[in-house]
């Protein structure tokens, strides 16, 4: 049963057309969607285990700690850079 189900979210977890980046606690990527690796130019093995902040533009480094903390403590859904 299990195993179904993980292939059937692995099969909508690339079918969807907006990219996807899961990170852990530490900001460090775990899994990625092919729409996220065609977004950003990387592969997949490039971004697995990176640090999120090599998507992040260097000017906004500083403050992406507090609105990564935010978003963990509120965890609404929204894209990303919005608001």
Known sequence: MFQNSDRIFNVLF???SE???VV???QKIVAT???SESMFGYTKEELLN???NILIPK???ANHG???DGFMKNKESRKMGAR
């Open 66 to 68: 507090a609105h990564f």
């Open 50 to 52: 990176a640090d999120l």
């Open 19 to 21: 990219g996807v980046i």
């Open 59 to 61: 000017t906004y480094h």
């Open 33 to 35: 969607n092919k729409s």
């Open 14 to 16: 690339e079918a969807v």
């Open 24 to 26: 852990d606690k530490n």
